[in-house]
């Protein structure tokens, strides 16, 4: 009966042990996927600013020409 109740006791800590270290696995995996969805978005700000300004000045001054053929 002790035997019993010890193996039970043991294999619920070790059940216990494995669903913390996957928890601990998933919470690693979605930290660094976030980390790189921040390290990926940076760059992408910074470099669609300046090209978004230099269209929207490029679209202006086309279609005032356009105008002006027609």
Not at 10 to 31: S, T
Not at 35 to 63: C, I, M, W, Y
Request: no cysteine; aromatic share 2%; hydrophobic share 35%.
């Amino acid at each position: 009966m002790v035997k019993k109740t010890i193996d039970h006791l043991l294999k619920q800590h070790r059940i216990a042990g494995e669903m913390y270290i996957a928890q601990q696995k998933e919470l690693q995996a979605v930290a660094e996927i976030k980390t790189r969805n921040v390290h990926f978005q940076v760059p992408r700000q910074k470099k669609s600013q300046p090209k978004v300004d230099l269209a929207a000045n490029l679209g202006e001054e086309g279609r005032t020409e356009e105008r002006v053929n027609l």
